[in-house]
């Protein structure tokens, strides 16, 4: 089983939809947990930390559920600027040097007109 | 420089040949780390250094070396590149105390 497990999609949606992507991971020692953004050929980079309490940024919500070992993005009134791969990802170390990031595979989102 | 920087863009190398991946940082942080990324496997550590002077081995670290003689730099040496290690590779870094690693703009690697 992978550590973190992501459906690969691709998720379509027209503009204006609402989506979701949920992620599972495997080892309950892990401190930390994010959303990163990777757009085609480019570098993935940071779209939102996810808390316990959950966070919201914008049309972004992020959420935890420890007990369950998911995380979950949902995505508001999507735009076709939206569409890129996310990655979830899980810190299992903290924040010392030692954390290491574990990565997803990546949830695929295109958003159509 | 701003943020980090990585050397060269892409290149096509033929197998048996040794290879130097280029990473560089200007932001001062002290963690670096190197990734392959391959289709369906998503993100993958290949080794890491927490400091200057320190390396250490991550998920898939075979084939591969680094060095960290300095804060701004660590570069990866494929000694005999084969076909597996064809991939797009990240170097990112990590400010003490932080969770978000800052990547760059990543190496396309093709070994015939």
């Known amino acids: 089983r992978k550590e973190v497990e992501q459906d690969p999609g691709p998720f379509n949606v027209p503009e204006g939809a609402t989506v979701a992507f949920n992620c599972t991971y495997s080892n309950s020692a892990s401190q930390s947990f994010f959303w990163y953004r990777q757009d085609c050929r480019k570098e993935p980079k940071l779209l939102m930390s996810?808390?316990?309490s959950g966070n919201e940024d914008g049309r972004f919500t992020a959420q935890l559920n420890r007990a369950s070992q998911y995380i979950s993005l949902l995505i508001r009134d999507s735009k076709l600027s939206d569409s890129a791969t996310y990655l979830c990802?899980?810190?299992?170390?903290?924040?010392?040097?030692?954390?290491?990031?574990?990565f997803g595979q990546g949830t695929t989102l295109q958003v159509k007109p | 420089i701003a943020g980090i920087t990585q050397a060269p863009t892409s290149q096509i190398l033929a197998a048996g040949r040794r290879m130097t991946l280029r990473c560089t940082q200007d932001?001062?942080?002290?963690?670096m780390y190197w990734y392959r990324q391959d289709l369906g496997l998503g993100l993958r550590l290949i080794h890491y250094?927490?400091?200057?002077?320190?390396?250490g081995k991550g998920e898939v670290p075979d084939g591969y070396s680094v060095s960290r003689a300095n804060t701004d730099d660590f570069p990866l040496t494929l000694a005999s590149a084969v076909p597996s290690q064809t991939s797009v590779y990240f170097c990112a870094s990590k400010r003490t105390g932080g969770d978000e690693q800052f990547f760059g703009p990543g190496t396309r690697l093709t070994v015939l």
């Open positions: 996810v808390y316990s």
């Open positions: 990802v899980v810190n299992i170390g903290g924040s010392s040097n030692t954390g290491k990031l574990i």
């Open positions: 932001m001062r942080h002290n963690a």
């Open positions: 250094s927490n400091t200057a002077g320190t390396t």
